[in-house]
């Protein structure tokens, strides 16, 4: 590089607008910024600068640029060959630069990301475009990494969605269950907390981590059956199992299905037991026209790959009790007692006026600790996932209504139903499914083992209903945890042994419904079994 130019390309500063005249050419304007040994330039239009300078562009100002910019005008210019006319705010350039990201991330996406082509029909995926790859590099951008501002607007917004008071994003739904049991326990909650050797009502055809919460807390689970079809607590058995002891019945709404919200709270309000919803599965769905996850006291949502919307890893705990909420906060932060978010300090306004515990006066707030917790925070990444994902939440709900209407549909229309009980849901319930589960009849000529065997050849991905019965697990049988069932749990066994599901979700389309129904019928025609 020559001398001049060198000082040349000193003088070229990020945000510097520069003029380009080359011999019989027009001038062109240019909002800069410096590459590691180039000037990148983005074309703007010399109105763009006056109306937004309120001057001439000759002028040296500071000023944003109005209109936006447009990145398919960008270039690398020769410091050598420009002249400095103007010069935008930093944090416009900033924004610029990040919007530039995004575009570049768009490119990107569209050519590779999308054209992802599926050979298989997974039981369950996500769905991601352009706007949650933006937004999670939004958030790298700001290189903030813990929870931060995406979180705090998640946390803000999720809970209006469902309509709720209040939300606390966490790691995943599993912590979301963690948290909603061991917030229960909390001494803050006076005669109301649970107690270790206290009793706990839920089913063992679930997942593992509705149960282990329980257990973990040094409390009891008692275990009810379900009923098959809907797969949902036996409300008549789950009355039975009240005893001295019980405190709170914690309960998923199995497969996005709402279980019997009328008669479940009214037991609980009859025996004033708390109520947590585990609604990981069923975010969407609606029980008399209310979303599931607004009745208990406290409800759990997941955003794995596999549900109705993704972070990644995440979950959220959802209250609308001021006291449960500072709870579930501070068990999730440590245990502390201080509420301010990462990075900030003394919210309070009193950081060094407390006096907790057997603490001196003054010991600083941010170590005071009311609870011994946990770190289940999620990050800014996770939550500016969550952001876009949220945005199309509806959509992905009403597709996956679809996908399971058409399925029902296909199954009654080929006869299946005589060897397959189809899902069953309650008046009033209105689903937005996690799975089009089916149960194998007792008298069907064939087992399960073979079927999804076949299922599995043919590219169609199915599922268990998790851990079947929790009590056959090996966690179970090789441990002596204290537990109580009520009566045989005989549909837990038969779910255990002949239930599975397959995909409603929204990467399913029409033709692979069709496929998949298809190759049901062929599973039984082919062997001549009607
Ligand atoms: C009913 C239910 N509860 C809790 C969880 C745990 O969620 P996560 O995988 O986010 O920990 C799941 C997971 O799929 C689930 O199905």
Redesign the pocket.
């Known amino acids: 590089m020559n001398k001049d130019l060198g000082n040349q390309l000193f003088k070229i500063n990020a945000g510097d607008i520069v003029s380009l005249q080359k011999e019989g050419g027009n001038e062109k304007l240019f909002l800069v910024a410096r590459a590691e040994k180039t000037i990148l330039g983005v074309e703007i239009e010399k109105s763009q600068v006056e109306n937004s300078l309120g001057i001439s562009v000759q002028d040296l100002a500071e000023g944003n640029i109005e209109g936006g910019l447009n990145f398919d005008k960008l270039c690398s210019l020769e410091a050598s060959e420009l002249r400095k006319v103007g010069k935008v705010k930093l944090n416009f350039l900033e924004k610029a630069l990040r919007d530039l990201i995004k575009h570049l991330s768009m490119v990107y996406y569209n050519n590779f990301r999308k054209q992802d082509k599926k050979t298989k029909i997974p039981a369950s995926g996500k769905i991601l475009d352009q706007d949650d790859l933006c937004n999670l590099i939004d958030a790298s951008l700001d290189m903030w990494l813990t929870a931060g501002r995406f979180a705090e607007e998640f946390e803000k917004k999720f809970p209006k969605f469902l309509g709720r008071k209040y939300c606390a994003l966490v790691n995943?739904?599993?912590?979301a269950?963690l948290l909603a049991i061991t917030a229960l326990t909390s001494y803050k909650l006076g005669d109301r907390r649970l107690r270790s050797g206290d009793e706990v009502i839920t089913v063992a055809a679930?997942?593992p981590?509705?149960i282990a919460p329980i257990i973990q807390n040094g409390l009891i689970p008692v275990f009810v059956d379900i009923d098959i079809g809907t797969y949902n607590v036996n409300v008549e058995q789950l009355e039975k199992a009240v005893s001295e002891k019980t405190k709170a019945i914690f309960l998923?709404h199995t497969l996005g299905n709402p279980f019997d919200v009328d008669k479940v709270m009214e037991i609980a309000n009859k025996y004033n037991l708390w109520l947590i919803e585990?609604n990981?599965?069923a975010l969407g769905s609606k029980y008399r026209g209310k979303f599931t996850g607004t009745f208990g006291d406290i409800s759990t949502v997941?955003?794995?790959p596999?549900?109705h919307m993704t972070m990644g890893?995440g979950?959220a705990i959802l209250v609308d009790n001021p006291e449960l909420y500072k709870i579930i906060q501070s068990l999730r932060d440590w245990g502390r007692d201080c509420w301010c978010p990462p990075g900030k300090d003394n919210t309070c306004g009193k950081r060094f006026d407390w006096k907790l515990g057997d603490l001196p006066y003054g010991y600083d707030h941010k170590y005071i600790y009311s609870h011994l917790g946990f770190n289940l925070k999620a990050t800014d990444f996770q939550a500016a996932l969550g952001l876009s994902q949220l945005k199309k939440l509806p959509d992905f709900i009403e597709k996956r209504k679809e996908n399971f209407n058409r399925s029902y549909k296909g199954f009654e229309e080929e006869g299946l139903d005589k060897f397959f009980i189809l899902p069953q849901w309650l008046e009033g319930a209105e689903v937005s499914w996690f799975g089009f589960v089916l149960t194998i009849k007792d008298d069907a000529p064939f087992k399960r083992k073979e079927l999804l065997g076949f299922l599995e050849e043919s590219g169609i991905g199915t599922r268990l209903l998790?851990a079947g019965n929790m009590l056959r697990q090996p966690a179970f049988v090789n441990s002596d945890f204290n537990y109580r069932a009520v009566g045989g749990l005989e549909n837990t066994n038969k779910i255990m042994m002949d239930t599975f599901w397959i995909g409603v979700w929204p990467g399913i389309n029409k033709e692979a419904t069709k496929y998949t129904i298809d190759k049901f019928r062929k599973f039984i025609d082919v062997k001549g079994w009607r």
Request: with cysteine.
């Open positions: 995943s739904g599993s912590s269950n679930g997942f981590t509705t998923a585990d990981c599965d997941s955003f794995y596999a549900h890893e979950g998790f």
